[in-house]
């Protein structure tokens, strides 16, 4: 059997999967994310333990070059000119795919997932900090240099809360997991959608915050990319459907025009936490 091995590098930890050309999981690791220096080594790592392959894809968040090096990396904090493809392309002869994280997580929604068909969709991952990726005119879209979808740090509050990227008022800040750690004075997100199912009120007040402020993102990203779906995945989505009624609203109420245009479905991700290390796995090995 064919079979493909993607690894997602999240800013907390590293999922490592192999798949069939379908995407489906045959196998799959996860580490925790390690320093920079270790970085590359874990990811051999964890090739190895999957079993190897002609071909490795790798999704990091932050700037990628097409050869495959993190130029900057906000959420991992020392990540500026690591050569991961040309190190890994080095040590096992192969062929290494690296592109941005949330750019794989969409080529894995629109090709298997919650955006198949669609031949404009963005996806947006909520996780540490938030990635995008975009599909446009049936084309995954990268920009003139590879670094196109960083929609976390669309600034949305003109000095506001001061972003791991140096600069303040990022979306990132107010609609990512981290976001709601800060709006909640400390809690997970996980500890947030929990107290807000039992009716507390400090929790019922966070989440309609960060519903707001999800939904002023979205709303940008519709006025720039006029999709047909806006996907929504990462480390946050797991929790994200008792929002999503709430989002919706917020959305269209921050939406220009939304009484006479079309507006996207907004769709939780279907492959959740996994769509970046299939994205990665499946693009890797069509390549």
Sequence with gaps: MVSHIGIDVGG????????????????????????VAELISLLGSMFE????????????????????IVKASPNMPGAY???????????????????????MAAYAEWQVGAARGARNAV???????????????????R?????AGEIGHMVVQRDGID???????????????????TLSGGMSGEEVFAAAATGDAHALSVVHEFADWVAVGLASLTNICDPEVIVIGGGVVQSFATVMDEVQTSFV???????????????VA?????????????IAGRA
Excluded at 50 to 67: F, H, K
Excluded at 123 to 141: K, S
Aim: proline share 5%; charged share 15%; aromatic share 6%.
């Design 49 to 68: 333990e999957l079993g190897a392959s002609s071909t490795l894809g790798i999704g990091v968040p932050g700037l990628i070059t097409a050869d495959g």
């Design 163 to 181: 972003c791991v990227c140096g600069r303040r008022g990022c979306w990132e800040r107010y609609a990512s997991g981290s976001a709601l750690r």
């Design 123 to 141: 996806m947006v991952t909520l996780g540490t900090g938030i990635g995008g990726g975009i599909v446009m005119g049936g084309e995954l879209h």
């Design 270 to 282: 279907d492959l959740g936490e996994r769509a970046g290390a299939i994205g990665s796995a499946l």
């Design 143 to 147: 920009g003139a240099n590879g670094f």
């Design 81 to 103: 000119n690591v050569p991961v493809g040309p190190a890994l392309r080095e040590q096992f002869g192969i062929s290494v795919h690296v592109e941005n994280d949330a750019t």
């Design 253 to 267: 109420a921050a939406l220009y025009s939304a009484e006479w245009r079309a507006h996207p479905r907004l769709a």
């Design 12 to 35: 907390t930890k590293c999922h490592g999967v192999r798949v069939d050309q379908n995407g489906v999981i045959l196998e799959e690791v996860r580490y925790p994310t390690p320093p």
